[in-house]
């Protein structure tokens, strides 16, 4: 991938993935003594997104520095197969079981990559383990850790995994028992209060201790429950976790979601997407945006709904990207809608934070969504320069090319060129905010043409056939209203935009003329950015200055405060 996406990534993947001192994330776990801390999942977050980088580039080096990496977290495995820092103990307690998904995730991660036996065989020794400490007659899965053992129980995920790639019934078995054990009186009820509605921020009463076991909306932690389920739903097809999964879905999205596609409040949800004009305490965790993401992600390969694909560029462009440092070293912990960019502080006695590691994975997973495979064809989600070679359900091999300097304009080229002539059916994501769209091949208007559906062209493709996509990037006026008054902000395509110091207008607090009617629509004049700015916009509203939310705030101090929600009157 190229522009603008593809520099970002390759940002990302120099300056904090690869950058990362390696051996400092597996130092922890050769020593056992801890008893609360999360210092174990920066190993299994790290690799993960260092994977799916290896994959993106095909770098031998990096190739090693996995391999090597591996090893190295293998080698602290003990010989009863955990593999952790926490004291025999304190098994169980804090963070202990969460730390150990992250690992299992990136073993597994790298036997896909790899085919490293190895590697595979830790995570069966890990996951049996765990099996020694937790399940009927054993300790109650549910009561381990924090969140209503929400944080624990997620490990629902990689444990569906590994039962896929041994087809080892003991781990559908333990899947199916970590489910089960969610319905319990003690559990957190994800099914039961996703199917009648119960809205996630007020599914268990306000706990007296807010990161405690009793607290049950904490957001990434449910997020992440939620997509282990959509796993084992790929290996059972029960119906009821489908619909739970998708009614929590719809749930959060309506409720908890703001503008930049990110939401919570201290790292829980809050009816955020309501409250999102008022000030409130650490807002998006960058750890709630990246597995907002990775839900939208297997919705998007489940349902085949390009929606789910929208929720994940409007979360790329705005929240996720807004939170990386311009040259991709780093991540916010927390971000707003308003104020000034801060990073978040060091954890566990590391020198990073959830957020910091979680950050690449939501980077990593734009090359793996861009552009998909399905039985009929390819579909293409995200618009981006890039060269994509694919298989056709055929075997015949199938590039595509993507001109375009999106989102800067909404015009996207594609050459879709095959071996040979044939005929398949390519699926074109059009934005449900893309009103006025134009599709031509080879000049001439294809496909049926939906806001929030795919375009289908279905064709006998030849070598050089040539697609044109024309999106439409008018600036939209979006509202939203607190007790006290009536706001509003404009989006531009995938981006949100916002009022930036920098552009040199200093009354950014003021009340925003020009929007005070119904209009809907705003014309923005494209104007020369300050430094440190991609994009920056004149509206004919009151001659208003915006930028892209992404570069809004990039200086990380008070030079650059921002705000996206103008008020009017
Ligand atoms: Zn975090």
Redesign the pocket.
């Known amino acids: 991938m190229g522009g603008y996406l593809g520099r970002k990534i390759d940002l990302c993947i120099s300056n904090r993935i690869f950058a990362q001192n390696r051996e400092r994330l597996v130092e922890p776990f050769r020593h056992r003594g801890e008893r609360g801390c999360w210092q174990t999942e920066f190993w299994g977050k790290w690799f993960l997104s260092a994977v799916a980088a290896g994959r993106y580039t095909g770098n031998p080096d990096q190739r090693q520095w996995l391999r090597a990496s591996v090893r190295e977290i293998l080698a602290t495995q003990t010989p009863d197969g955990y593999i952790g820092n926490y004291s025999a103990d304190s098994h169980l307690k804090g963070w202990d079981i969460w730390g150990r998904k992250y690992t299992l995730l990136g073993l597994l991660a790298w036997y896909d990559m790899a085919g490293d036996a190895a590697a595979l065989d830790g995570g069966r020794r890990l996951a049996g383990h765990l099996l020694t400490e937790v399940g009927p007659g054993k300790a109650d899965i549910v009561r381990c850790g924090l969140y209503r053992g929400m944080a624990a129980t997620s490990v629902l995920e990689p444990v569906v995994l590994l039962y896929r790639r041994t087809g080892d019934e003991t781990y559908l078995r333990f899947a199916e028992y970590i489910v089960s054990r969610w319905s319990s009186r003690q559990g957190p009820q994800l099914i039961e209060k996703a199917l009648d509605g119960t809205p996630v921020a007020e599914r268990f009463p306000r706990p007296k201790k807010w990161f405690s076991w009793e607290n049950g909306e904490k957001a990434?932690e449910m997020m992440s429950c939620y997509t282990g389920l959509l796993e084992l739903y790929r290996e059972t097809g029960r119906a009821a976790w489908m619909n739970a999964a998708r009614r929590a879905h719809e749930n959060i999205l309506a409720a908890e979601i703001n503008i930049v596609g990110s939401g919570s409040a201290e790292?829980c949800w809050y009816g955020g997407t309501l409250r999102q004009t008022q000030p409130a305490h650490n807002t998006m965790?960058?750890?709630?945006a990246v597995s907002w993401m990775e839900w939208n992600a297997h919705l998007l390969r489940l349902t085949g709904d390009p929606r789910f694909a929208d929720e994940i560029e409007k979360t790329a462009y705005n929240a996720l990207l807004g939170a990386m440092m311009p040259d991709g070293s780093t991540f916010a912990?927390y971000s707003a809608l308003e104020g000034a960019r801060t990073l978040?502080e060091a954890q566990c006695g590391m020198d990073l934070?959830?957020?910091?590691?979680?950050g690449p994975r939501g980077v990593m997973l734009l090359p793996q969504v861009a552009v998909m495979m399905g039985a009929e064809g390819p579909a293409v989600n995200l618009y981006s320069e890039g060269v994509w070679n694919l298989q056709l359900a055929s075997g015949t091999p199938c590039r595509i090319d993507v001109r375009t300097d999106y989102p800067l304009t909404g015009r996207i080229d594609l050459a879709v060129r095959t071996e040979r002539p044939e005929t398949f059916r390519l699926r074109l994501r059009i934005p449900a905010w893309s009103e006025e769209t134009s599709l031509t091949v080879n000049g001439s208007k294809a496909g049926d043409v939906h806001p929030g559906a795919y375009a289908t062209i279905d064709r006998h493709w030849k070598p050089g056939d040539r697609v044109r996509l024309q999106l439409d990037l008018r600036g939209r006026v979006l509202r939203a209203a607190d007790a006290t008054r009536q706001y509003a902000a404009v989006v531009r395509g995938p981006l949100v935009l916002a009022r930036d110091l920098r552009l040199g207008q200093s009354g950014i607090d003021s009340v925003a003329g020009g929007f005070g009617d119904e209009r809907k629509l705003v014309l923005l004049q494209d104007v020369p950015p300050p430094p440190g700015i991609t994009m920056a916009f004149a509206a004919d509203a009151g001659g208003i200055r915006l930028c892209d939310y992404a570069s809004a705030g990039n200086s990380w101090d008070a030079s650059s405060r921002y705000r996206v929600w103008m008020p009017l009157a």
């Open positions: 990434y790292e965790e960058t750890c709630v912990k978040g934070n959830c957020c910091v590691a979680n």
